[in-house]
């Protein structure tokens, strides 16, 4: 076999793999609907009836209003389920930054609820032990919180311990 003859079957199969990568393309993108897209009556409450979806979303507010401020002299708000090892690092806060990457997963049980399996990171900002200028990172990939929850017609009350 000389290299002509190696090179034509090699760019043969390229073109025939880029032809099939397209046509998969195609029809993954096509608008007929598959039988798994038709709809179906179910017996399950609609969202909006459903008193643990209630719940997460009012956890989620809530827990966009205790990260979404920028907090000074390192007051954390209560009932957020945040706790900051600062103390060791830093002589004085001057600010903290929150960012959520993921919010945790609340599940409804008979006493209130836990929500767990979040991830938070804050950035904090002030003064080190040394009394230099200091910026740390804090992350947690087991932001959880519990508390007590009622649902009653659409409406939810919670209270985060």
């Known amino acids: ?21 397209a046509v998969w393309l195609w029809q993954a993108s096509s608008d007929i ?11 399950s409450p609609t969202p909006d009836a459903d008193p643990r979806a209630l719940a997460q979303r009012a956890l989620d507010d809530h827990l966009e209003d205790c990260t979404s401020a920028e907090l000074t002299d390192g007051v954390i708000p209560e009932g957020c389920g945040i706790r900051i090892p600062w103390g060791t690092e830093f002589a004085a806060v001057d600010d903290v930054r929150f960012r959520v990457e993921r919010m945790p997963v609340l599940e409804l ?21 040394d009394g230099s200028p200091r910026t740390e ?25």
Not at 109 to 129: C, K, R
Not at 143 to 157: K, N, P
Request: glycine letters at 14%; hydrophobic letters at 40%.
């Open 1 to 21: 076999m000389n290299r002509r003859l190696s090179w034509t079957i090699g760019g043969g199969l390229a073109a025939l793999l880029v032809a099939g990568a």
């Open 33 to 43: 609907p598959s039988a798994r897209a038709t709809p179906t009556a179910t017996s």
């Open 109 to 129: 049980t008979d006493d209130g609820f836990i929500a767990e399996g979040g991830i938070l990171v804050a950035t904090v900002s002030g003064t080190g032990q």
């Open 137 to 161: 990172t804090y992350r947690t990939e087991s932001w959880t919180l519990r508390g007590d929850v009622s649902v009653e017609d659409g409406d939810v009350d919670l209270d985060v311990w």
